[in-house]
């Protein structure tokens, strides 16, 4: 058997790699329609493609490109468009769009995303909207809108499937069959009692497998939870994620049904959230996107610089102290950055643990104590581990078993400070109400910046002078 030439292989990797990527070549197709102004073109070559597909491609292009697309686009944009767009670009394509195609749009899209579409636009672009939607969307928007940002009000969607509870699968089938309203997509039947509060859910897997004769209450899936309003749309999330939910209500102040999340939603929260928390902790600010301009990258990624470099002033503060030190044996200012990074990197890793187990709430009060100690031994072990490599590098290097033994004890603290301090620092912004993605990193730089240098320089000092 031969083997396949390496540019098949290496075609066939990069394939993989961009299965669900929009080809360049489709790309530059759809720009060359635009080029030529050529509408039919235009229509044929976005059919084909999926409403998130498109979306990311209006991200992907330069605005210039994007207005004349959306503008030959035309009265073919539509709604799902609209709902998978980035915020940034969000409001940019809604200025562009014809009114009436704008309204179109808006017709054709679920409560919750014309809530989502609409928080984060100006009043005068709220109302331009509003106005679109019929009576009772419009009613139902606005009360949506009501609620707290944030909050399973602002997420759920006001369209619902719904049956009393004495009902059988017969009478629930035709209730569907003749309803013309339908959702475009449920997943479940609403139980609900006299004052409509929700008492259970029917999937329609077993819905459609039952006899007519079958009650609605005897088919009922085991897990139901009912979600309040006002609770935090990451709590919804955290739910949904740890209990396997497809669909829950959504009670008002009153236990009263008033609507329902599906996993669609709580998943993109759930996606939100975990991107939050990276850029968080790497400084550069939670609304970042690659769509924003120069201007707003630096304001949103200044006051971070200016955070680490405060941090990195005391740290060469504790540097300062020891100069004397270092001008008698100039290996450790070879030496002392080693000791440094190495901690700062297990910090980071440490810290990454923990405030994602602090997110999925799995690192709780109950667990905290042996986790705190695992990182402590993890750091020890790597510790000893590279005080070791290091004692060889200081013996070797520069001829010093002293140096070594300085730098190897000076590498076992600083890890096991850095495991500590990356467990330890979260969980204590946490209680404190600070969001730990957003402010821990540079507490933990500064610790093992500090420990380091001061572990390391001080050793020195009483052993090597």
Sequence with gaps: MTDEPAELVEEREEEADDSYALPRKAVAQILYAVDTNDRDQLIELMEPLHAADIADMLEQINAFDRMRLIKLYDREFDGEILSELDEAIREEVIGILRPEVLAEAVREMDSDDVVDLLEDLEEEQQEAILEVLEDADRVAVEQSLTYPEYSAGRLMQREVVMAPEHWNVGEAIDYLRNT?????????????????????????????????????????????????????????????????????????????????????????????????????????????????????????????????????????LVIAQFEAAITQVVALAVLMPIVASMGGNAGTQSLTVAVRALATKDLTGSNVWRVIRREAFVGLVNGVAFAVIMALVGFFWFGSPQLGAVIAAAMIINLVVAGLAGIMIPVILEKAGVDPALASGAFVTTVTDVVGFFAFLGLAVVVLL
């Design 180 to 316: 013309e309203d339908l959702p475009e997509q449920f997943y479940h039947v609403i139980l609900v009692d006299p004052k409509l509060r929700p008492v259970a859910n029917v999937t329609l897997g077993r819905l459609m497998s039952s006899r007519r004769e079958v009650l609605l209450g005897s088919i009922a899936e085991d897990t139901f939870h009912i979600i309040p309003v006002t609770r935090p749309e990451s709590e919804v999330a955290y739910a949904f994620n740890q209990y396997h939910l497809i669909s829950a209500p959504v009670v008002d102040e009153n236990d009263r049904l008033v609507g329902v999340i599906t996993i669609d939603d709580a998943m993109a929260v759930l996606d939100d959230e975990h991107e939050e928390d990276i850029l968080r902790l790497a400084g550069v600010g939670e609304e970042s996107r690659l769509s924003d301009s120069i201007l707003e990258t630096t304001k949103l990624r200044f006051p971070w610089l200016a955070v680490n470099l405060l941090t990195a002033v005391l740290a060469s």
